[in-house]
C-alpha cells in the first residue's frame, strides 16, 4: 500500500511539473521514459506483493488444514504433543512473520480481540516435546514421522519444523537434542522441494558445533568441511576447519580421553567409519533413571512376594455414607501402603468439577526453600485450581466421600486441588508432606503436616501420565473416576519418605486429577498415634 501511495504521488508531481507537455509532440516523446521507469516500478512492485500474498495463503493453508483436523475433536487433536506443539508455533512465530505484512487493521483486531500464547508457551511446548523423548525413549524420527500414536495422529514434521527445535535447544545450550533434531532436519531436507526448508549450510552449522561439544571432532570436521564445499567463502567453517583439525591432531599426540561429565552409556552412531557420540549430559536428579524407567512400565516393579500381600475388598467403615454402596479397594503396594478405589465419582459430577476449575486454572507453583516464595518451576508443568465445597454440592459431595472412605476429619483439610497437566506435563519426584528443614512449609494454615493424601483421577490418559513412587517401585495408570490414598506420615509424625512420588509426563491425553491433602490437626482421635516412630 505504501509503495502505491508513492507511486501516485510520484505521478501527481511529475503531472504537475509537466502541465504543458500537451502542447508539444516532441516533450511527449521525452516522457516516455517516465512511463519505461513506471513500468519497471509497477512489476518490481507486483512481484513483492505476490510474494507477500504468496507467504499469507501458504500460511491459511497451514491452519485451515489444522481447522480441519482440529475441530469437533480438539480434546483428542491436542493430545498429541506435536499436534500442541505446532498449533503454538503457528500463533507465535509463525504468525509474528504474518503479522508484519498485513494490514495494520487485521493485525490490531486480532491483538485487540483474541488470545496468543507467547514465545515462552512455544519454547516450553518445544522441550516438552524432549522431556517426552528422554522419558519414553522415543527415537527422533518416531516424533517427526508422527509414529507416538495410532489413535492421536499427528502430521509429519518438515525439516524447517525439525531445525527450529533444534535451534530452542541450541539456544538453551543442550547439545544432546540439538544434534538429534539437526540431524534430523537434514534427514528431511533430502526428500523436501521446498523453498521454505532451512538452507543445508545452517544445518550443517549447528550440527557441526553441537557435535564437537559432544566431543565427536572427527565428525564436526567431516560436517565442516560439507559446508566448505557448499560455501567455500564461509569464514567461520574456514577458522573452525583449522581449529578442529589442530584439535584431532593434539588428540592422537597425547591420547586424551572423552570428558567424563556424561553418564557412561553413550547413544554411538556410525557414519562414514566414524563413532558418534551422543551422550546424555548428568542430570541434577540422582533418581532420574529410575523414575523415567518408572514411568515407561505397565505396572508396579515389585516381587511376588509382596504381590501375594495385596488384597481387594468392599470398604464401608460402617459408615451410613458407604453402607449401601461400599468403596471398592484394592491395594495396590505394600511400601507405602497405597490403596486404589474404583468408580469413586461420577462423569457427570467431573465434569461439573472440571467446568467450575476451567476458568480458574493458573501456572502451578512450587514452594521455594530459599525465598520461602511461590513460584512456578520447569519441573512441574500443569495449570491448577482451588475448589472450596461452597462451591458446588459436587465438590461437598466428594469432601464426604473422602472422609467416610479414610476416617479422617476434612476440617483441616485443604481446598480440593485441580490440575490440569500440559503438553508434556508432569511433576517430577517430591514429597506432600514438609521436612523437618521446612518449618513453616504449611504454617498458614495452623493445621500441622501433611498426614495424608487423596488423588482423584478426573480423566483417563492414554499414554504415560502415571503416578509412580520412586523408592518401592510403584505405579499407578490413571483411571477416569478411580483414586488413590496413602499416608505420608507414620503414625508417630515422622515423616514416610518412601512416599516419595512424581506425576510421568503426559504422552498422548489430557490428564485432570484432583488433589486433597489431609492435615493432622483433627485426627487426633481417628488415627491413634505411635511411639515407634516408624509405625
Known sequence: MLLVHIFYLVLVKSIFVHSESFTSTTHLTHLFNTEVELSKQLQSYLKVEYERLDRIEKFLDVIKDEIRQAQGKEEIYFGNPVNAHLFIKHLTVDWYGIEEIVFDDTSKTMADNYLFPSYEDYTGSAVALMRLQDTYKLNTSEVANGEISTNYKSRKLSALECYDLGRIAYTNGDYYHTLMWMQEALDHLDKEINNTSPSRVDILDHLAFSTSQQGNHEHALVLTKEILRIAPDHVRAGSNKIYYEDLIQKKILNGNSDSSDFKSTPTIKKMDNINIKNQRPRDYLDER???????????????????????????????????????????????????????????NDIQVIKDIALPRLQRAVVRDAGSNTFK?????????????NEDSPVIARLSRLIEAVTNLSMATAEDLQIANYGVGGHYEPHFDFARKTEKDAFSSFGAGNRMATWLTYLSDVEKGGATVFIPTGGHVKPEKGSAVFWYNLYASGEGDYNTRHAACPVLIGNKWVGN????????????????????
Not at 304 to 315: D, I, N, S, V
Not at 376 to 388: G, H, Q, V
Not at 516 to 535: N, T, V, Y
Open 289 to 347: 533413571e529410575k523414575y523415567e524407567q518408572l514411568c515407561r512400565q505397565n505396572g508396579s516393579s515389585i516381587n511376588t512376594k509382596r504381590q501375594a500381600k495385596l488384597f481387594c475388598r468392599y470398604r464401608h467403615n460402617n459408615h451410613p455414607y458407604l453402607i449401601l454402596r461400599p468403596a471398592k479397594e484394592e491395594q495396590l503396594l505394600d511400601e507405602p501402603v497405597i490403596y486404589l478405589y474404583h468408580d469413586t465419582v461420577r462423569d
Open 376 to 388: 512456578p518451576a520447569n519441573y512441574r508443568i500443569s495449570k491448577s485450581a482451588w475448589l472450596r
Open 516 to 535: 486433597k491433602w489431609i492435615h493432622e490437626r483433627g485426627q487426633e482421635f481417628r488415627r491413634r498415634c505411635s511411639l515407634d516412630p516408624m509405625a
